[in-house]
């Protein structure tokens, strides 16, 4: 198939490219940067300059693809993150992004459009395990434009194409993520990202996994899909396998009064226990994570970040 897709630089699109290029699609990947313009094409894939913003700018750019891939993010880096200004852009991607997307691949005539999204949206589910159907926090605070972008997406099938969005849980591992490297950071003061108490559950995926979803993903039906490791760990049983696999010290969750003072309404999303389940996922795909839990995906980014030193 002839697949658009945005947010190739990121920790998801970098490991996605290859695969959909083994898969045999031909891929048009969405690029701002002279460096990732030159390793696209190297992967087989056509690296595109185009402006997410600019809606007539993304028709012209979709014409002739049949999936619209829609991956682009811009989470603030965590000196950023408490303040509602570091998220203006990555909010612009998940609606006025996906608008525009939407249109186009109306507009153009494709035939499916896919879209990222987190687990972070649902209650507090304690000890039971959510799925696709269970309640979402009411004010979301940050977090509501996400949604909004989630049925903007959906609305892609009410003109007969299929509209899908993975639900991812948190990222971890896989090439050039932040997120690994700032949490390595914290860990010297014993301190994390991660909120909440330690025995809440936490939804997560290594990106590698996370990049087979999205290529298992273009067969399936209009719908919700949760994608997550496939058992969920406490928070304290993800620092503890943190600390094991890169050899600190257990770092101490951030306590939940303290993201919900800089947090707002969207602190309840960080600090929920959320027991995620993916069988609808695996179950309409076939796909299962390489990774089972986090505590071997971890082990085994560790390992890899070992041998390239």
Known sequence: MKVFVTGTTGV??????????????????VCRREEAAVELPAHGAEPVAVDLFDADAVLREV????????????????????????????????????RNLVAAARATGALRFLKESVTFLYQDGGEA??????????DLGLL??????EQIALGFSDGGGTAVVL?????????????????????????????????????????????????????????????TDGVPMRRGEYLGAFASAFGVK???????????????????????????????????????????????????EAAARKEQR
């Open 12 to 29: 998801l699109g970098r490991p996605l490219v290859p695969l959909l290029i083994a898969a045999g699609h031909d891929v048009r990947a």
């Open 167 to 227: 639900r991812f849980g948190l990222f971890y591992g896989g090439i050039g993520n932040r997120g690994t490297d700032e949490a390595l950071k914290l860990a010297r003061f014993r301190r994390s990202s991660i909120a909440g108490a330690r025995e809440g559950y936490m939804a997560s995926i290594h990106c590698d996994d996370a990049a087979s979803a999205v290529v298992a993903a273009l067969g399936i039906d209009t719908g919700i899909y949760n994608v």
């Open 250 to 300: 257990p770092p101490t969750p951030t306590p939940a009064w303290l993201v919900r003072l800089a947090g707002g309404a969207a602190a309840d999303a960080l600090v929920a226990s959320q027991r995620v389940s993916n069988d609808k996922f695996c179950a309409a795909t076939g796909w299962s994570p390489r990774y089972a839990d986090a505590g071997v995906g971890l082990t085994t």
């Open 129 to 138: 395990w959510i799925d696709e159907e269970s309640p979402l926090i009411p």
């Open 144 to 149: 509501t434009s996400t949604v909004e972008g």
């Open 63 to 98: 014409v002739g693809y049949e999936v619209v891939l829609h991956l682009a993010t811009n989470v603030p880096s965590m000196t950023k993150a408490a303040r509602p200004k570091g998220w203006a852009t990555h909010n612009r991607l998940r609606v006025d992004a996906t």
